[in-house]
């Protein structure tokens, strides 16, 4: 096979539909003119050119026939990145170096990163002149509690510098996180309309999941879009007081998506990192004042008090840094909250609470109910010790319902949430009382499931702790969308027979 080359460093592109998420990739053949030319390998990263657009791409070898010799392929990210069509003629060249790495070097044998070296780490993240390699150093040399509070308050204001930033005309701007690690706590939507139906504003912007079965985005993409961009994030705000979207859509701390990418396969969410990413999004967003959810147990993300301890601290202090208003508030992190764990699974559970249905799960309800009275508390308008009261009021009289309704129109229409056609019950092998709950070994089994990639799939929890089971009563449900993935997820329950501990009734 032979197509026209009429450029020395030029490949005719063909479309293969690889999807690589978003990591930049160029395809070429392993005879390729410019591979030898160039002495371009696997891992080389390339400059490539289409128009006036550029990316950093990194090059996969092809040895195959997949495509003619002078013809070249890109992920479907490098693809939507250049506005590329069938049969474009794509210009390669040797990236330039990345000096940032000199700090990144630096920082692997324990040199402190000043303001200045990490923005321009940041910069370098953004532009993606990091290949996935660099990016996992990056990540592994900041995990373990390796930055101190100077460098989180430097990397925390780098990563607002190098995106976005929405302004308001509101003083106050509102907003809520959680640090994560407990299955199914999702009190975001719920918070967020209370919030909003009072009178405040709050933009939220939510990511997905890093290493649990849903992220806030996962959960509420099955109720309405949550892909909007800065402008249209704008005019849902503008109308409804609040919105609840994805931050990557909105271009807000765009070097924290990169490094997110990357640390879900990793598995690692290291404190100041961590405290980097709620930070950042919550400033670029123009936030003023942040109520933050920090589940502790013994499986959830923060094990221990003396962790939680050290994270308020930090996140407190960053927070002030960056002139915002943070406080934290510590939460039951023992077991899950609520019975959905995936993305399908906890909208059923967050409409139940906003509907005010009979059958909602009473800890979501209450969890929320908490945080949000701390929101409305933190703004001032609301004396303390009133909040959760104002905030029950406008769950139980409808006004939260009505504006989680808007909100979603707004954003782009309302849907239901679908269902998974495969499920299993994991029953009591037992009779006694539920003891523990592993989290992470839980999510665990919601991820083998299917979610969050699956929507509907997950794990649908029946037997919080305290419960007295008979032997053959059903603790969970495992959700699946196809019938391999629950039976990878059945496989790993059966030899994690302690997922929920059952002991003697005290």
């Known amino acids: 096979m032979e197509a ?10 063909r479309r293969l539909g690889i999807d690589t998420y978003q990591h930049h990739v160029v395809f070429m053949r392993s005879d390729c003119h410019i591979c030898r030319s160039e002495g371009f390998s696997v891992q080389s990263r390339v400059q490539v050119r289409l128009g006036a657009k550029t990316i950093i791409a990194t090059v996969n070898v092809v040895h195959s026939d997949l495509f003619a010799r ?14 590329a069509h069938e049969g474009d003629e794509m210009l390669l060249s040797h990236a330039a170096p990345v000096e940032s790495l000199s700090h990144l070097r630096g ?4 040199k402190p990163l000043d303001d200045a070296s990490m923005l321009e780490i940041v910069r370098d993240i953004t532009a993606g002149r990091y290949s996935d390699l660099h990016l996992s150093a990056f990540i592994t040399a900041c995990a373990g ?3 101190d509070l100077d460098e989180t308050v430097a990397l925390t204001r780098a990563m607002v510098a190098v995106g976005e930033r929405l302004s308001w005309d509101e003083a106050q701007i509102m907003d809520k996180h959680c640090v994560g690690g407990l299955p199914g706590n999702r009190t975001t939507p719920i918070v967020v309309a209370i919030v909003a139906a009072f009178g405040l504003t709050i933009p939220k912007t939510s990511s997905r999941a890093i290493t649990s079965p849903a992220g806030t985005a996962d959960t ?13 994030m704008r005019r849902v705000v503008e109308r409804e007081g609040g919105c609840i979207v994805w931050g990557g859509g909105a271009g807000l701390s765009p070097a924290d998506d990169a490094l997110v990418r990357v640390e879900r396969p990793l598995e690692l969410d290291s404190e100041g990192q961590l405290v980097a990413s709620v930070l950042s999004k919550k400033a670029a967003a123009g936030s003023t004042h942040v109520v933050v959810d920090m589940p502790v147990g013994p499986t959830a993300k923060v094990r221990s008090s003396a962790a939680a301890e050290f994270l308020c601290g ?5 927070g002030r840094a960056l002139g915002l208003s943070v406080r934290v508030i510590v939460t039951d992190g023992i077991q899950p909250v609520g019975r959905g764990i995936g993305p399908a699974l906890e909208a059923r559970d967050v409409l139940a609470v906003l509907r005010g249905e009979a059958g909602a799960p009473p800890d979501l309800r209450e969890r929320a109910l908490l945080l949000a009275g701390h929101v409305l508390e933190l703004s001032a308008r609301v004396p303390a010790g009133i909040g959760q009261k104002e905030a029950t009021a406008i769950l139980e009289d409808g006004r939260a319902w009505r504006k989680f309704e808007a909100i979603c129109e707004a954003q782009g229409g309302m849907r239901e949430p679908g269902r998974a056609s495969n499920t299993d019950w994991i029953c009591a092998t037992r009779a006694g009382c539920v003891m523990a709950i592993d989290n992470r070994r839980l999510a665990r089994a919601a991820k083998l499931a299917g979610a969050p990639k699956a929507s509907a799939a997950g794990v649908e929890f029946l037997a919080p702790i305290g419960t007295l089971v008979e032997e053959g009563q059903p603790l969970f449900v495992l959700h699946a969308e196809a019938h391999g993935e629950l039976h990878y ?3 790993y329950v059966n030899n994690q027979p302690d997922i929920v501990a059952i002991g003697e009734p005290r």
């Open 107 to 110: 920082k692997v044998y324990g």
């Open 489 to 491: 997820a059945l496989d």
């Open 314 to 318: 930090r996140f407190e202090a960053t």
């Open 145 to 147: 509690n390796h930055l």
């Open 220 to 232: 509420m993409e099955t109720l309405a879009p949550v892909n909007l961009d800065a402008r249209a």
């Open 4 to 13: 026209a080359v009429p450029h020395r460093n030029s490949l005719k592109l």
């Open 70 to 83: 002078g013809e070249g392929s890109l992920s479907e990210s490098a693809w939507r990145a250049l506005g």
